[in-house]
């Protein structure tokens, strides 16, 4: 696969992967824990991540033309790297299927109450297999064409200045202290998931390594401003109370604004939304393909896979009562192995590089 | 166009090799009648001495040229006319083949005692179109000639606007049994070498035994066959095919069409127009903006009206919800069902009108447009809005510079409307995602169809999209951009001394 990317798309690639459904229903979430100060939660975890990009910069430094699934295959040898490979592929596809069940739900909530939920999960497992299928330029494509999208989407969000607005809502800054924040920060850094993918996709840009670490950088301050400004004018425009009781409060805030032309921006906004959303999956179906695959025709194959067992968890979960246990399985774990396998990959490659200079003395 | 069952013939190997035969030249005139299948236009003249004839075919022949260049020296000083005649020329050939498709060409043939070989003169006939304004692609202002029929006029219309030794012409024959003559015209160095050698490549391996016109020229070359979005830009005006060479794209002639094949093109090509340019910026730059609103128009507007009457009706304020609702009170059919039959009615009166003398054409605009459309509304099949809709939807179709474009956005619009009645906005967001990332996906002789933005390449590039800045604003072939050293203030290139 030599399809290469430049810059911009690898920008645009990591902000829309991690920009999806988590975002509506964040401010809601953090509202229990951090309260009033659930913006600096953000911030935190913001931070936390650029930690965490840190190491992966590192890491990929030693491997400037490897992803990690290479990367874990030479350190590690065939067997022990593939059976790793084969992990993070599942932790992908349970992602995905997570996402698009949350995705199903939001939207037979918001515009169709009666469809089916599996049509709606054929519709988008459908719509992002017809992109993930096709190799990492064209998804980079149209990862950066629907960034435009963002744009519009801010605009439609000022709009709701023009609701009551309470500034002295999140007053006075800090009151709910250290440990509630750091506490929020945590439910703040899951809806932020998505920065993984820098691990694949960065050994695809062309031209030199100098540099990349802003580019990366640059993402996640983008996407940390974006999600701050988005609790913000949550804390800002409900109460406190009302806050806590809602499932999407940033599609919430938009209902309530009217016009002489259209009433209900949430729904548009929601419309949107849905490309973001859809293209999540598309960015974590493309690392899946990925993580176990090198040539574009296994790769073709492995997707094609992958999004019929996207389809299978998505119905399962869908059906459950309650998605609460899966879901702290799945981050506790899901953080290990992109935090902490990485990490300890970097710290490995010193033995390695150290052993291999050893034997070479 | 339907076919006959066709007779056995294949251009075989054998018919190529066959020489003249060695002889008297009554042999001679048989074999070549044969070759012909004694087809009675072709023309044998004999003179009285017997020692040569002539051999053409009738209708391909300029009789005044012949008379003036061969005949009458001919008759007036004989033998020895013919002697300077055969000494000077030098096309000779004994391949019956070739003699054959220089016949076809427009070529007489002369055949001598002494001599073994035919003797080749051209006198080729041409009945020609004037150059005239291509009907399809008007414009207000700017130059209203445009290509014809003949290659080589057309040609002649590319050379007079581009006076450069860079301008290459290169000449394929196509079509087994049509024998069409086909050009290829680019800049040289200015055009990708990649994208030449690309486009020379597919055009020598198509192996087909017709080829009629550029439509199918453009059709054995696509890479996308099953894609909605035309791949080529097929235009008659000489003055879009020039901007087009020196943006380093690629023209393809057809002998017998007027229509200029442009590859590779982008998405954002068709919905330039050369008024563009003869306008003034601003001018220029709002009539662009218009027109992409008409694309999104074109493929959304009855979508988003069927989402809205159907399962959204709560995005539309009180006041204007219920006027669109009372006129869908007493309307037996579905939105969608009426959008596709308003759709239908219309593509319909279009079809019909399109090729009716212009008298009748009228008539059928009044009862089309007046007659059926209040009619419709006042027998309560459709509802005001849904004429509305449907009328802004045609209108915004047509507004894009390129016909045939048009046309493929009203197809696109028809999936859209039947995602939209079966799942709202959601359907209409997904669908518009499919079209954008197809859009995203085709490319033509490797260029990615929806550049400048999939992907995006950079400010500079869309200077000339979305706007039309002013010519000193945007750098336009790559040795401007070697040479911009000066920087233009923004308030135009002259300053007030």
């Known amino acids: ?274 490309i973001p959303m859809t293209v999540t999956i598309v960015s974590y179906l493309c690392v899946a393909g990925k993580s176990l695959t090198t040539s574009q025709s296994a790769y073709q194959k492995l997707v094609l896979f992958s999004g019929a067992a996207v389809f299978a968890i998505g119905w399962y979960l869908s059906k459950l009562e309650s998605l609460e246990p899966f879901n702290k399985w799945l981050e506790k774990a899901y953080f290990i192995m992109i935090a902490a396998v990485p990490l300890l990959l970097w710290l490995g490659s010193f033995l390695t590089t150290a052993g291999a200079k050893a034997e070479s003395t | 166009m339907y076919r006959i069952k066709k007779g056995s013939y294949e251009p075989g190997k054998q018919d190529q090799a066959e020489e003249l035969a060695v002889g008297t030249i009554e042999q001679r005139i048989s074999q070549i009648q044969t070759y012909f299948s004694n087809t009675e236009d072709l023309i044998v003249q004999k003179f009285d001495n017997q020692i040569c004839s002539i051999v053409y075919v009738e209708s391909l022949v300029k009789h005044e040229s012949l008379q003036a260049y061969f005949m009458t020296p001919m008759l007036e000083s004989g033998d020895r006319a013919l002697e300077q005649l055969v000494r000077s020329t030098t096309a000779k050939l004994t391949n019956i083949y070739q003699i054959g498709k220089c016949m076809l060409e427009g070529c007489c043939v002369l055949l001598t005692e002494n001599e073994q070989a035919a003797i080749i003169i051209r006198v080729p006939q041409s009945y020609e179109r004037s150059i005239q304004e291509p009907k399809d692609e008007q414009v207000i202002k700017g130059p209203h000639d445009g290509f014809i029929e003949n290659p080589v006029t057309n040609l002649y219309l590319l050379r007079k606007r581009l006076r450069n030794p860079k301008l290459k012409v290169k000449y394929f024959t196509m079509g087994k049994l049509t024998n069409t003559k086909v050009t290829m015209v680019y800049m040289d160095q200015i055009a990708l070498p990649k994208l030449v050698a690309e486009a020379e490549k597919r055009l020598s391996s198509v192996d087909s035994d017709y080829l009629y016109s550029v439509g199918n020229i453009n059709e054995l070359l696509e890479e996308h066959p099953m894609s909605l979005f035309p791949q080529t830009l097929q235009t008659e005006r000489p003055d879009r095919a020039v901007s087009y060479l020196m943006e380093g794209k690629i023209i393809i002639f057809v002998a017998g069409n007027p229509r200029a094949l442009i590859l590779p093109i982008t998405f954002f090509a068709f919905y330039q127009s050369p008024d563009d340019y003869n306008t003034r910026w601003i001018i220029g730059s709002f009539y662009r ?116 474009f048009g046309t493929s956005l009203r197809v696109l619009g028809f999936p859209i409307m039947l995602a939209a009645s079966a799942f709202g906005f959601f359907g209409i967001a997904i669908m518009l995602m499919l079209v954008f990332i197809h859009l995203c996906k085709i490319e033509t002789l490797g260029i990615p169809y929806f550049a400048p933005f999939g992907p995006f390449e950079g400010k500079e590039s869309i200077k000339d999209i979305f706007l039309r800045l002013p010519l000193w604003m945007v750098t336009r072939t790559s040795r401007d951009k070697g040479q911009g050293g000066t920087k233009h203030s923004l308030f135009g290139r002259w300053k007030r001394p």
Request: contains cysteine; proline residues 4%; charged residues 10%.
């Open chain 1, 1 to 274: 696969m030599n399809s290469t990317i430049d810059r911009t798309q690898l920008l645009f690639l990591i902000i829309k992967t991690q920009i999806g459904i988590g975002l509506l229903s964040l401010p809601a979430e953090i509202q229990s824990s951090a309260k009033s100060d659930s913006w600096i939660s953000v911030l935190v975890a913001g931070t936390v991540i650029q930690f965490i990009l840190l190491v992966y910069w590192l890491l990929l430094r030693k491997f400037p033309n490897d992803n990690l699934s290479a990367i874990t295959v030479r350190m590690l040898g065939p067997y022990i790297g593939r059976a790793i490979n084969a992990v993070y592929y599942a932790f992908f596809v349970f992602i995905a299927a997570y996402a698009s069940t949350l995705y199903v739900e939001l939207v037979k909530n918001w515009m169709l109450p009666l469809t089916p939920g599996w049509i709606l999960l054929l519709l988008i497992i459908g719509t992002s297999l017809y992109l993930a299928y096709d190799n990492l330029r064209v998804i980079a494509r149209f990862f950066v064409l629907s960034s435009a999208l963002f744009i519009v989407l801010i605009m439609i969000s000022i709009l709701t200045f023009s609701n009551n607005v309470h500034v002295s809502n999140i007053m006075p800054i800090g009151q709910t202290g250290v440990l509630q924040i750091l506490n929020g920060s945590e439910k703040t850094f899951f809806s932020m998931l998505g920065f993984e993918v820098t691990l694949f996709y960065f050994s695809q840009v062309q031209g030199n390594r100098k540099g990349m670490f802003k580019v990366i950088s640059l993402a996640n301050l983008f996407v940390t401003l974006f999600y701050t400004y988005f609790v913000f004018i949550c804390l800002i425009g409900f109460s406190p109370d009302a806050l806590g009781h809602m499932n999407e409060p940033v599609l919430y805030i938009l209902k309530g604004l009217s016009y002489q032309l259209f009433d209900r921006i949430d729904l548009i906004f929601l419309t949107i939304w849905i």
């Open chain 2, 289 to 404: 903006i218009i027109r992409l609103i008409s694309f999104v128009i074109a493929i959304c507007l009855p979508a988003i009206y069927i989402a809205i009457v159907t399962y959204h009706s709560e995005v539309l304020p009180i006041g204007i919800l219920y006027s669109v609702k009372v006129s869908l009170t007493y309307v037996p059919l579905p939105p969608l069902l009426e959008a596709l039959v308003m759709q239908t009615i219309l593509e319909l009166l279009k079809e019909a009108a399109i090729r009716l003398p212009s008298p009748i054409s009228q008539t059928i605009g009044i009862v089309g447009g007046l007659v059926i459309g209040t009619a419709v509304v006042e027998a309560q099949l459709v509802s005001h809005t849904m004429i509305v809709v449907i009328g802004l939807t045609a209108i915004a179709s047509f507004a894009t510079p390129i016909n045939e």
